[in-house]
């Protein structure tokens, strides 16, 4: 062993190198202030091992960034500890820069001859931020992207070379498969490269000067193995020790989530990128939240404005950072040093805290005390004119004013900044349990998942379409009031359309009340009429069997158990139905009566019948003469240019008012129609099925490279709507208010709701649904 | 370095040897600058090509149908659904939203792109205070798209041109630099 070593020595001197490496001075004794540059390359050390090993698992690309994050985060094994690791590790990084900074400023370890070191040190700052910068985006999440977007965007700023400058980091005008190969390349390779070279140096430096001992020496000098080795350790574990709690989130325990296991621990993965998707909740990563702040105190500098917070004073900072050597040869120097670091730190300290503070001020706040405020503001807003005359021009009261508006504004802001945080931690977890169903993620991306996704979308596309005039409201049993939302609404609540519950309220008395049709020329109609006079002197068993079988023609995947246990019932009701003086006089029902005065009862409330109900209410089939006001949203046949929505944005409505779209294990419910989402794509309508649901089939087939995510030409109002989006264009009320029959509400209503769960009960405390019709089971 | 040559074996004048020294040098850099050169220069290339690429053509896109944006002045916010191109891919998707209102009577919609000016977030619409609101830097918007000072924003919201043609309505959808106060079209 010995002669091998001799031998080996002999021809490399490996014994002289590790001599002086292990063995070199420590002046004054090994010290824990010395700990800093070791645990910062301990941390670079870990960056190394586990970004290689997501380098392994990891792909760049707008449809292959994301789905291998989700992969390496949810499916591999210990996959969230490894990322977890590094996202974590990231941040002690800069950390322990920032102690690292502080320990060598505080010591006037830059003075000479370590100036070129300490240089050298700021240099590898910069390249650790850099390495933070661009591994932010590549999960390609919506967090990552949307910062990045403020990054890069930011850059352009710079004056002459600054938009070249951004394209050639983006790699082209816009955000995409380049601007992640890029960013990839900087953060695996160019970065990593440097930082190493750098750092070969900077420590070769720092040997070469020797280590700057703090004065007065306090034992005996000492050598770096053992002494000093063993409280970088020590130092090291501590740090590791660190992240692994941080990797457990521990924000979580106290949250009253609980533990969570696995994957959903380490860092966190948000919805995928989508630049048509609101992103408000669009942050930096905390540390470098103080520059996002300070971007805000240059409100009316305009175009200079930014350039000094983005570039000018940023640079300067810099700059009086890399001058520390030369400032520090003065008498006061050092002092002055000192100073500017402990102002900038708590310039830094500051601003982070504002900018949390800013954001969760409404977490911690209490609402109430502006509901009073609210009516005043209300009233006068910031209007000049209406303040004077309100405050009767008294400057005190009218400051007092304009203060609390600014309060709760901010109040107000923040609350609509946990919104979006919570909206996004939604359509993260969405994301994240459809590329978990066992159809898992097309060539396409996870972004058609969510883009075809009924409950994703549901909500949004009926606030933009439908809620103008309908509700969408979960009424509870022994509700005392409506809610408001019902109230206001001009057209039925469709929460539960067509289910058991629905049709007994609307065959009930409350077929006139502001569920159904008490907003809508259907009150005076002749459906109306039928229920409260005719049919309330019915058995109640025999309207049970009526509203059965009616229901059961919706085909609702909720009810379908309950469909089938009860045959004998719906074919009792179907008897009724086209009994001689009942719904057939006005109704079709299968081959019984006509189409032309009433709708059609066959398939009434399945998805087909719903899908041609919204297309055109007009229909033979539905409301030829005595439509009130119900919008055709598909005139014409098929994706028509001119139809308002495509047939694959109806179904999504369709399908979400039917509470019909992919939950985890409920894959094997007792399908009434086709599985209500057995895969995630099947919640594209399949009448006409789009080329992106084509090219999925198909993609496995003809190996497509890659389908286009989102074919739908026709764009439609994205997610947000406005309070009333688009209005239906009334057909003149008075067109027939004699109204044969029931109208069965159609378009959607109003106030997205949480996609409920059961159908409601058709109205308050007497909710007519009775003992057959039971509630159905929870989806 | 050419001081660290062997000597030459013969006896050669003095100005002869700095001569052939400086040739040899001369040499040296040439051929060492040329192998370093051509790769360099084509990983230069490939690293630049960005700077030639074009961006999206500024054509008209159908966004909606003009039924579908009441005249009632509040603006409402559409995806829009134009070609992209993405390096090897081409696609009809989502590429970003404008804003659409229409002036009570008016038969020509306003369109403002959802892009903030100053730093290119997601401009949101606030109902309640109807004000444009940018989540990030806090700049705020009239309805119009003019600037609420004090506002962090070096411009308005950018105005897109749009058209009703055939009962449609087209939006000319381009991005623009942001942070500058003029409002230049990113190329």
Same mark, same amino acid.
């Given at each position: 062993m010995n002669a091998l070593a001799n031998w080996l020595d002999s021809r490399t001197g490996f014994r002289a190198f590790v001599h002086e490496a292990l063995y070199e001075r420590i002046p004054g004794g090994a010290r824990w202030r010395y700990v800093w540059g070791s645990t910062l390359v301990f941390a670079f050390f870990v960056q190394v091992v586990t970004g290689i090993a997501l380098w392994m698992n990891y792909s760049p690309s707008a449809q292959t960034a994301w789905e291998s994050v989700y992969y390496i985060q949810y499916q591999t094994t210990g996959g969230w500890l490894l990322r977890g690791m590094h996202h974590f590790m990231a941040q002690a990084m800069v950390v322990l820069l920032a102690l690292h900074l502080m320990q060598v400023v505080i010591d006037g370890a830059y003075r000479a001859p370590r100036e070129v070191n300490f240089w050298l040190g700021l240099i590898l700052m910069q390249l650790v931020l850099g390495l933070s910068l661009t591994g932010y985006l590549l999960p390609w999440d919506q967090k990552g992207?949307?910062?990045?977007?403020?990054?890069?965007?930011?850059?352009?700023?710079?004056?002459?070379? %600054?938009?070249?400058?951004?394209?050639?980091?983006?790699?082209?005008?816009?955000?995409?498969?380049?601007?992640?190969?890029?960013?990839?390349? #900087?953060?695996?390779?160019?970065?990593?490269?440097?930082?190493?070279?750098?750092?070969?140096?900077?420590?070769?430096?720092?040997?070469?000067?020797?280590?700057?001992?703090?004065?007065?020496? &306090?034992?005996?000098?000492?050598?770096?193995?053992?002494?000093?080795?063993?409280?970088?350790?020590?130092?090291? /574990?501590?740090? /590791?020790?660190?992240?692994?709690?941080?990797?457990?989130?521990?924000?979580?325990?106290?949250?009253?989530?609980?533990?969570?296991?696995?994957?959903?621990?380490?860092?966190?993965?948000?919805?995928?990128?989508?630049? *048509?998707?609101?992103?408000?909740?669009?942050?930096?990563?905390?540390?470098?939240?103080?520059?996002?702040?300070?971007? &805000?105190?240059?409100?009316?500098?305009?175009?200079?404005?930014?350039?000094? =917070?983005?570039?000018?004073?940023?640079?300067?900072?810099?700059?009086?950072?890399?001058?520390?050597?030369?400032? %520090?040869?003065?008498?006061?120097?050092?002092?002055?040093?000192?100073?500017?670091?402990?102002?900038?730190?708590?310039?830094?300290?500051?601003?982070?805290?504002?900018?949390?503070?800013?954001d969760y001020q409404a977490a911690w706040t209490d609402g109430q005390q502006y509901t009073e405020l609210q009516k005043?503001?209300?009233? #006068?807003?910031?209007?000049?004119? &209406?303040?004077?005359?309100?405050?009767?021009?008294?400057?005190?009261?009218?400051?007092?004013?304009?203060?609390?508006?600014?309060?709760?504004?901010?109040?107000?802001?923040?609350?609509?900044?946990?919104?979006?945080?919570?909206?996004?931690?939604?359509?993260?977890?969405?994301?994240?349990?459809?590329?978990?169903?066992?159809?898992?993620?097309?060539?396409?991306?996870?972004?058609?998942?969510?883009?075809?996704?009924?409950?994703?979308?549901?909500?949004?596309?009926?606030?933009?379409?439908?809620?103008?005039?309908?509700?969408?409201?979960?009424?509870?049993?022994?509700?005392?009031?409506?809610?408001?939302?019902?109230?206001?609404?001009?057209?039925?609540?469709?929460?539960?359309?067509?289910?058991?519950?629905?049709? *007994? =309220?609307?065959?009930?008395?409350?077929?006139?009340?502001?569920?159904?049709?008490?907003?809508?020329?259907?009150?005076? =109609?002749?459906?109306?009429?039928?229920?409260?006079?005719?049919?309330?002197?019915?058995?109640?068993?025999?309207?049970?069997?009526?509203?059965?079988?009616?229901? *059961?023609?919706?085909?609702?995947?909720?009810?379908?158990?309950?469909?089938?246990?009860?045959?004998?019932?719906?074919?009792? %009701?179907?008897?009724?139905?086209?009994?001689?003086?009942?719904?057939?006089?006005?109704h079709k029902f299968h081959d019984a009566g006509e189409l032309g005065s009433a709708p059609d009862l066959t398939g009434y409330g399945s998805r087909e019948w719903m899908i041609g109900m919204i297309s055109n209410p007009n229909h033979a089939r539905f409301y030829p003469d005595t439509n009130d006001r119900m919008p055709a949203f598909a005139e014409q046949e098929g994706d028509a240019p001119n139809n308002r929505l495509s047939q694959r944005t109806i179904g999504l409505i369709v399908d979400w008012l039917r509470g019909e779209w992919y939950e985890p294990g409920i894959e094997e419910a007792a399908g009434a129609r086709e599985q209500p989402a057995a895969k995630p794509a099947d919640q594209v309508p399949s009448d006409e099925p789009s080329a992106e649901e084509s090219e999925k089939q198909e993609a496995e087939a003809n190996a497509k490279p890659q389908a286009s995510s989102e074919p739908e030409p026709s764009a439609e109002p994205g997610e947000k709507a406005p309070e009333q989006a688009a209005e239906p264009e009334a057909k003149p009320a008075d067109e027939t208010p004699a109204e044969p029959e029931a109208r069965p509400a159609e378009e959607p209503g109003e106030t997205p709701a949480e996609p409920a769960s059961e159908p409601a009960p058709p109205e308050s405390n007497e909710a007519p649904a009775e003992p057959s019709v039971e509630p159905a089971p929870e989806r | 370095?050419?001081?660290?040559?062997?000597?030459?074996?013969?006896?050669?004048?003095?100005?002869?040897?700095?001569?052939?020294?400086?040739?040899?040098?001369?040499?040296?850099?040439?051929?060492?600058?040329?192998? +370093?050169?051509?790769? @360099? @220069?084509?990983?230069?290339?490939?690293?630049?090509?960005?700077?030639?690429?074009? @961006?999206?053509?500024?054509?008209?896109?159908?966004?909606?149908?003009?039924?579908?944006? $009441?005249?009632?002045?509040?603006?409402?916010?559409? +995806?829009?659904?134009?070609?992209?191109?993405? @390096?090897?891919?081409?696609?009809?998707? $989502?590429?970003?939203?404008?804003?659409?209102?229409?002036?009570?009577?008016?038969?020509?919609?306003?369109?403002?792109?959802?892009?903030?000016?100053?730093?290119?977030?997601?401009?949101?619409?606030?109902?309640?205070?109807?004000?444009f609101k940018c989540p990030c830097h806090n700049s705020a918007f009239a309805l119009d798209g003019a600037i609420i000072q004090p506002s962090p924003s070096p411009r308005a919201m950018d105005s897109l041109e749009c058209k009703v043609d055939g009962g449609e309505v087209l939006v000319k959808f381009e991005d623009f630099y942001t942070g500058r106060a003029d409002k230049v079209v990113k190329q």
């Open positions: 992207y949307w910062a990045t977007r403020v990054a890069t965007n930011l850059l352009s700023v710079v004056p002459y070379v %600054g938009p070249p400058l951004q394209q050639l980091v983006v790699g082209g005008a816009e955000y995409g498969h380049h601007t992640l190969t890029r960013f990839f390349a #900087l953060h695996a390779g160019v970065l990593p490269g440097l930082l190493i070279g750098f750092l070969v140096v900077h420590v070769a430096l720092f040997r070469r000067h020797g280590i700057c001992h703090k004065q007065p020496a &306090k034992s005996a000098d000492t050598s770096f193995w053992p002494d000093q080795v063993l409280k970088d350790a020590v130092a090291c /574990l501590a740090v /590791l020790v660190v992240v692994l709690v941080l990797c457990l989130r521990p924000g979580q325990w106290f949250s009253g989530e609980g533990v969570a296991l696995g994957p959903q621990l380490g860092a966190e993965l948000g919805a995928p990128a989508d630049p *048509a998707n609101q992103y408000s909740a669009a942050r930096p990563e905390w540390y470098f939240l103080f520059l996002f702040q300070f971007l &805000k105190f240059f409100e009316g500098g305009g175009e200079t404005g930014e350039l000094m =917070g983005a570039v000018v004073v940023p640079s300067l900072v810099m700059l009086l950072l890399f001058l520390m050597p030369i400032v %520090g040869r003065w008498n006061l120097g050092h002092r002055f040093n000192v100073a500017l670091l402990v102002i900038l730190l708590g310039g830094i300290a500051y601003l982070t805290a504002d900018a949390f503070f800013e005043t503001i209300d009233e #006068l807003g910031s209007d000049d004119e &209406k303040i004077a005359a309100h405050f009767g021009d008294d400057p005190q009261k009218i400051a007092e004013y304009r203060r609390q508006l600014a309060a709760y504004e901010r109040y107000r802001k923040s609350q609509d900044y946990l919104a979006s945080v919570a909206k996004a931690e939604v359509d993260a977890h969405r994301a994240i349990e459809l590329s978990s169903a066992p159809a898992g993620i097309p060539t396409a991306g996870a972004i058609s998942l969510l883009r075809t996704d009924a409950k994703t979308q549901g909500p949004k596309l009926f606030a933009a379409h439908c809620a103008s005039c309908h509700s969408y409201e979960k009424v509870a049993a022994d509700a005392k009031a409506l809610p408001a939302a019902v109230e206001a609404a001009t057209a039925p609540n469709l929460y539960g359309f067509a289910d058991r519950r629905w049709i *007994a =309220g609307l065959l009930s008395s409350h077929i006139t009340g502001p569920q159904y049709f008490g907003k809508t020329a259907h009150a005076e =109609g002749e459906m109306a009429g039928f229920v409260n006079d005719t049919m309330s002197s019915w058995e109640r068993a025999d309207i049970d069997k009526v509203v059965i079988a009616l229901s *059961a023609e919706a085909q609702l995947a909720s009810q379908a158990a309950s469909d089938q246990k009860d045959a004998a019932l719906i074919e009792a %009701g179907r008897e009724l139905i086209v009994g001689e003086e009942n719904c057939i006089m006005c | 370095m050419s001081q660290a040559r062997p000597q030459p074996s013969q006896p050669t004048s003095v100005p002869d040897a700095n001569r052939r020294t400086f040739i040899a040098a001369v040499w040296a850099a040439v051929i060492g600058g040329i192998v +370093a050169i051509v790769p @360099a @220069a084509s990983a230069l290339a490939v690293f630049l090509h960005p700077l030639r690429r074009q @961006a999206r053509g500024a054509t008209f896109v159908r966004v909606t149908p003009i039924d579908a944006l $009441p005249d009632d002045g509040v603006p409402r916010e559409f +995806a829009i659904v134009a070609e992209r191109v993405d @390096a090897w891919n081409r696609s009809l998707e $989502p590429v970003g939203a404008v804003y659409l209102r229409r002036l009570p009577g008016a038969e020509q919609p306003e369109c403002l792109s959802a892009t903030c000016p100053h730093a290119g977030c997601f401009v949101a619409f606030d109902g309640t205070s109807e004000t």
